[in-house]
């Protein structure tokens, strides 16, 4: 009775804290519309398209912003905000120029690619997720928060969260691989990071969910290449993580440069406004990418009038470069291809992601010299980045127990990527100064001290060919092409070779063949690197490979030929420590492939969560005649979704259910016992999959539903628990309704999506 009381009192002090924060939030939005009403009544047509205009400014230098163009066009109302400018006096300087010159003093908000950590660089988005560790994700985006509100910047173009499936694709790095379900775990993670739970915070900024949508499934794995797939897929299996990021209150969004039936994403008015605000309730602005309204000229939808009216009656708010809506909106006002109400919207939208911020209140809350002097690139930060950083690496081979390396004797540091920092960050990290960077020789040499020799040779230029060299360093970040014959790098390499106890192979891809228009058709290490590679393997000294890359990569004559591979991706700013911290065991690796590696390219797209078909090869199978697989290679991937080793080992045994039937409003409770079965402590990542048998649409033959990532000692046994309830097993049907169909199922458990212990439920009516 007792126990009963409290419950009922502790329901009624929730109903009434939550009662209270509605009214609270509702009030708040009052006072945001009366003031933006207020506002909007006194704008002129052109001050309202000016705040729809975010040009591209480059990185102005200060003093020169008020006598530029931007200036000009600040002070005359005409920019809503900019980008990409770094530091915080810089943006103090222009944001003073909208506020004290322009004629109604409205603050300008301050965009970045802040995409894995600011001046503190983390591991590139895609190493991120093979974290699997949903609180150290949400702290990374937390660090790039505090320290870009630091520098003056209030808004982020992240999380990107386009589901990818094609390691062709160069902006793979960018997101968090293949699977829908982890995908909106990060895309939560991400968005809390960011913003916090509250916008007005002068360390939090709004996040920005691009790109809006389906931008990961460009065919080919072209960069900005055309998509098109049926509502179902879309749905099922790439919408979820953009709305995870929208249902946990992210306040933009940034369309997308690729076109969904048939039109592009950025004049796509069922995408951005049936789907986007009707059916997701989503309430902040969208802004296109860059230029992407102009795009649609070479698209095929018309001139440049034409197209900014689509993209404005389609529900974008904010263009991003291309000046179409600045320059050609009045004109269709005029001729009544757009309405006044329609840029009020946009505008509007605007006004209120800047109140959100707490720019009307204070146009400065971002600019604080002193927080940009102690609170960016801060020892603490690193400390994090690095700790960060170890947790992404995935061990995908460790034969005879190679890894880790010992403290003694003579280690040989080899390769094109051992003594380059300022490929460390990988891709997309604006804000980063790479020299300071940590490389894996410096890393290397600092975690040795004396205990052992460290002997260090390149050994081979990261490309032969330098045509391709130049397209990848672009950006500043050198290859260091060394202008010695591959033969010369080699036998240099190979002389330190021979005198050393064990080698370390730095290979992969240089930062710059990821990311945006870094699309390969060729996903192998590069020949000369791989030539390196087997002269070094017949020194007949043991091997391990350290690889860099921003996406999956054909490894299939290294898995066969070299001893350990250890995937680092880019690591950010601490990548070299954080490497020598795994490869020297101060750090068991515990990270676990988000996307699937392929056996060759032409099994590509290839994912875990793909369809039975109607002629599904039998399982252990390579080819059988009028099965659906290839003559020449098999259907399995080279390393599946969810695979990664540790240095110790885990055995999952006992895998129960608490009933064999769910009942339609019940819960599944899931247990299995985890042991580590090997010497060292070390982390795993415990992987939940299901499977509906049989339903109204084809099913995938597995789906993640579930992990917990657990740290056990060596020795250590525990009792895991999931539970499952219908939701879990709901999916859009044809009529793309969300709900679960009754059924059988299967439910698997264990160390990644090729392997696990296996049962059956049944899920009632
Ligand atoms: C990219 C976006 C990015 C934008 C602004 C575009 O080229 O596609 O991801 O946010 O540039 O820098």
Redesign the pocket.
Same mark, same amino acid.
């Given at each position: 009775m007792k126990q009963k009381l409290i419950f009922i009192s502790g329901i009624l002090i929730l109903s009434s804290v939550m009662a209270f924060a509605q009214k609270k939030s509702s009030s708040e939005e009052q006072k945001m519309k009366v003031f933006v009403d207020a506002l909007i009544k006194k704008m002129t047509l052109d001050e309202k398209l000016g705040q729809l205009n975010l040009p591209g400014a480059g990185d102005i230098t200060t003093g020169q912003s008020a006598s530029s163009d931007i200036g000009k066009k600040i002070r005359e109302g005409k920019v809503g905000g900019l #980008?990409?400018i770094k530091s915080e006096a810089k943006i103090r300087d222009v944001q003073k120029v909208a506020v004290e010159e322009s004629r109604l003093k409205i603050p300008l908000i301050f965009g970045m /690619?802040v995409i894995h950590g600011y001046e503190t660089a983390f591991p590139i988005p895609l190493g991120l997720s093979c974290s699997w560790d949903m609180p150290l994700i949400e702290k990374s985006a937390r660090i790039a928060a505090v320290e870009a509100s630091a520098d003056g910047i209030c808004w982020t173009?992240s999380p +990107?969260v386009d589901i990818a499936r094609d390691p062709r694709w160069g902006?793979i790095a960018?997101g968090s691989g293949e699977d829908a379900y982890l995908g909106s775990q990060i895309a939560k993670a991400m968005v809390k990071g960011y913003q916090g739970d509250d916008l007005s915070k002068n360390n939090t900024i709004m996040a920005?969910v691009?790109?809006f949508a389906l931008y990961g499934a460009a065919e080919a794995g072209r960069d900005y290449n055309t998509t098109d797939m049926s509502r179902l897929r879309m749905y099922n299996e790439y919408l979820p993580p953009y709305k995870a990021a929208i249902d946990a209150g992210a306040g933009s969004v +940034?369309s997308s #440069?690729n076109e969904i039936d048939g039109i592009p994403a950025t004049g796509n008015k069922w995408l951005m406004t049936d789907l986007l605000r009707r059916q997701w309730g989503f309430k902040g602005f969208v802004v296109t /990418?860059?230029t992407a309204i102009n795009e649609m000229i070479d698209h095929g939808m018309g001139d440049l009038q034409q197209v900014s009216a689509l993209a404005l009656k389609a529900g974008i708010d904010m263009d +991003?470069v291309g000046e179409g809506f600045l320059t050609t909106l009045k004109k269709s006002l005029t001729e009544g291809k757009v309405t006044m109400s329609e840029i009020d919207q946009a505008c509007r939208r605007i006004l209120e992601a800047k109140y959100k911020l707490g720019l009307f209140s204070d146009p400065y809350r971002y600019c604080d010299a002193n927080r940009a002097k102690t609170e960016i690139f801060t020892p603490e930060h690193l400390q994090a980045a690095r700790e960060i950083a170890a947790q992404t690496f995935v061990l995908l081979k460790n034969e005879k127990q190679i890894l880790p390396i010992q403290k003694k004797g003579t280690i040989a540091l080899i390769g094109p990527l051992a003594d380059n920092k300022e490929n460390m960050p990988g891709t997309?990290s604006?804000a980063v100064d790479f020299k300071k960077s940590s490389s894996l020789l410096q890393g290397m040499k600092d975690a040795l001290g004396s205990e052992a020799t460290l002997l260090y040779a390149k050994g081979a230029n990261i490309v032969d060919d330098s045509l391709m060299d130049a397209r990848i360093s672009v950006f500043g970040k050198p290859t260091y092409r060394d202008n010695r014959t591959p033969q010369q790098l080699m036998d240099e390499a190979v002389a330190i070779a021979a005198k050393s106890d064990v080698i370390v192979a730095a290979v992969g891809e240089s930062a710059e063949m990821s990311g945006?228009s870094s699309s390969r058709s060729n996903i192998k290490i590069p020949v000369n690197q791989v030539a390196l590679l087997k002269a070094l393997l017949a020194t007949g000294k043991p091997v391990v490979l350290v690889l860099f890359t921003g996406r999956p990569l054909d490894l299939s004559w290294e898995s066969k030929n070299v001893p350990a591979i250890l995937n680092v991706w880019f690591a950010g700013s601490e990548a070299g420590n954080a490497i020598a911290d795994v490869l020297l065991g101060k750090v068991n690796p515990s990270g676990k492939l988000t996307a699937t590696f392929p056996q060759n390219i032409g099994q590509v797209p290839i994912y875990y969560n793909h369809k039975n078909t109607g002629r599904p090869l039998a399982e252990g199978k390579w080819f059988t005649k009028f099965r659906s697989n290839y003559l020449d290679v098999s259907n399995d991937p080279l390393y599946p979704f969810g695979y990664g080793l540790s240095y110790t080992t885990f055995n999952y045994s006992d895998l129960k259910l608490d009933k064999q039937k769910i009942a339609a409003n019940g819960t599944l409770n899931i247990s299995v016992k985890l042991t580590n079965t090997g010497k060292y402590d070390g982390s795993e990542v415990a992987q939940l999959y299901i499977r509906d048998l049989v339903g109204s649409i084809t099913r995938p033959v597995k789906e993640l539903k579930g992990f917990q990532k657990v740290f056990l000692k060596a020795g250590e046994s525990r009792t895991l628990n999931f539970t499952i309830t219908p939701a879990d097993l709901a999916f859009y049907n044809s009529s793309l309704q969300f709900k679960a169909e009754p059924g059988d199922f299967k439910v698997f458990v264990g160390t990644n999506s090729a392997s696990g212990l296996e049962a059956s439920f049944v899920l009632l009516k």
């Amino acid at each position: 009775m007792k126990q009963k009381l409290i419950f009922i009192s502790g329901i009624l002090i929730l109903s009434s804290v939550m009662a209270f924060a509605q009214k609270k939030s509702s009030s708040e939005e009052q006072k945001m519309k009366v003031f933006v009403d207020a506002l909007i009544k006194k704008m002129t047509l052109d001050e309202k398209l000016g705040q729809l205009n975010l040009p591209g400014a480059g990185d102005i230098t200060t003093g020169q912003s008020a006598s530029s163009d931007i200036g000009k066009k600040i002070r005359e109302g005409k920019v809503g905000g900019l #980008f990409n400018i770094k530091s915080e006096a810089k943006i103090r300087d222009v944001q003073k120029v909208a506020v004290e010159e322009s004629r109604l003093k409205i603050p300008l908000i301050f965009g970045m /690619d802040v995409i894995h950590g600011y001046e503190t660089a983390f591991p590139i988005p895609l190493g991120l997720s093979c974290s699997w560790d949903m609180p150290l994700i949400e702290k990374s985006a937390r660090i790039a928060a505090v320290e870009a509100s630091a520098d003056g910047i209030c808004w982020t173009f992240s999380p +990107m969260v386009d589901i990818a499936r094609d390691p062709r694709w160069g902006r793979i790095a960018e997101g968090s691989g293949e699977d829908a379900y982890l995908g909106s775990q990060i895309a939560k993670a991400m968005v809390k990071g960011y913003q916090g739970d509250d916008l007005s915070k002068n360390n939090t900024i709004m996040a920005c969910v691009k790109h809006f949508a389906l931008y990961g499934a460009a065919e080919a794995g072209r960069d900005y290449n055309t998509t098109d797939m049926s509502r179902l897929r879309m749905y099922n299996e790439y919408l979820p993580p953009y709305k995870a990021a929208i249902d946990a209150g992210a306040g933009s969004v +940034m369309s997308s #440069f690729n076109e969904i039936d048939g039109i592009p994403a950025t004049g796509n008015k069922w995408l951005m406004t049936d789907l986007l605000r009707r059916q997701w309730g989503f309430k902040g602005f969208v802004v296109t /990418d860059y230029t992407a309204i102009n795009e649609m000229i070479d698209h095929g939808m018309g001139d440049l009038q034409q197209v900014s009216a689509l993209a404005l009656k389609a529900g974008i708010d904010m263009d +991003m470069v291309g000046e179409g809506f600045l320059t050609t909106l009045k004109k269709s006002l005029t001729e009544g291809k757009v309405t006044m109400s329609e840029i009020d919207q946009a505008c509007r939208r605007i006004l209120e992601a800047k109140y959100k911020l707490g720019l009307f209140s204070d146009p400065y809350r971002y600019c604080d010299a002193n927080r940009a002097k102690t609170e960016i690139f801060t020892p603490e930060h690193l400390q994090a980045a690095r700790e960060i950083a170890a947790q992404t690496f995935v061990l995908l081979k460790n034969e005879k127990q190679i890894l880790p390396i010992q403290k003694k004797g003579t280690i040989a540091l080899i390769g094109p990527l051992a003594d380059n920092k300022e490929n460390m960050p990988g891709t997309w990290s604006v804000a980063v100064d790479f020299k300071k960077s940590s490389s894996l020789l410096q890393g290397m040499k600092d975690a040795l001290g004396s205990e052992a020799t460290l002997l260090y040779a390149k050994g081979a230029n990261i490309v032969d060919d330098s045509l391709m060299d130049a397209r990848i360093s672009v950006f500043g970040k050198p290859t260091y092409r060394d202008n010695r014959t591959p033969q010369q790098l080699m036998d240099e390499a190979v002389a330190i070779a021979a005198k050393s106890d064990v080698i370390v192979a730095a290979v992969g891809e240089s930062a710059e063949m990821s990311g945006e228009s870094s699309s390969r058709s060729n996903i192998k290490i590069p020949v000369n690197q791989v030539a390196l590679l087997k002269a070094l393997l017949a020194t007949g000294k043991p091997v391990v490979l350290v690889l860099f890359t921003g996406r999956p990569l054909d490894l299939s004559w290294e898995s066969k030929n070299v001893p350990a591979i250890l995937n680092v991706w880019f690591a950010g700013s601490e990548a070299g420590n954080a490497i020598a911290d795994v490869l020297l065991g101060k750090v068991n690796p515990s990270g676990k492939l988000t996307a699937t590696f392929p056996q060759n390219i032409g099994q590509v797209p290839i994912y875990y969560n793909h369809k039975n078909t109607g002629r599904p090869l039998a399982e252990g199978k390579w080819f059988t005649k009028f099965r659906s697989n290839y003559l020449d290679v098999s259907n399995d991937p080279l390393y599946p979704f969810g695979y990664g080793l540790s240095y110790t080992t885990f055995n999952y045994s006992d895998l129960k259910l608490d009933k064999q039937k769910i009942a339609a409003n019940g819960t599944l409770n899931i247990s299995v016992k985890l042991t580590n079965t090997g010497k060292y402590d070390g982390s795993e990542v415990a992987q939940l999959y299901i499977r509906d048998l049989v339903g109204s649409i084809t099913r995938p033959v597995k789906e993640l539903k579930g992990f917990q990532k657990v740290f056990l000692k060596a020795g250590e046994s525990r009792t895991l628990n999931f539970t499952i309830t219908p939701a879990d097993l709901a999916f859009y049907n044809s009529s793309l309704q969300f709900k679960a169909e009754p059924g059988d199922f299967k439910v698997f458990v264990g160390t990644n999506s090729a392997s696990g212990l296996e049962a059956s439920f049944v899920l009632l009516k």
